[in-house]
């Protein structure tokens, strides 16, 4: 079996480019439907995973980096940069 190499790859979580981290800078902020269901906790999946997304890039891009999620209303959850 012969496999096909692929140059120049971005890792995994780029290529997924689910959340603009990247490019945030302090003080901004993106809203993200709440369109993913509720958890086993009852909380909003969709606000854990922007959660768990914003630590895990902090902590592996810029240590500084601070995030806070927030559910706006019945739709809508808005992650902003604040450091």
């Excluded at 140059?7 to 959340?19: A, D, I, M, S, V």
């Excluded at 592996?60 to 927030?70: D, E, G, I, Q």
């Amino acid at each position: 079996m012969t496999y096909e190499i692929i140059k120049n790859c971005p890792p995994h979580r780029e290529l997924r480019g689910q959340y603009p981290f990247d490019q945030m800078e302090v003080g901004d902020a993106f809203d993200a439907p709440r369109n993913m269901g509720v958890g086993a906790k009852g909380g909003c999946r969709r606000q854990s995973s922007i959660t768990n997304s914003a630590n895990s890039w902090a902590k592996n891009r810029n240590s500084t980096a601070k995030f806070s999620v927030n559910i706006i209303d019945e739709k809508t959850v808005r992650c902003r940069r604040w450091k």
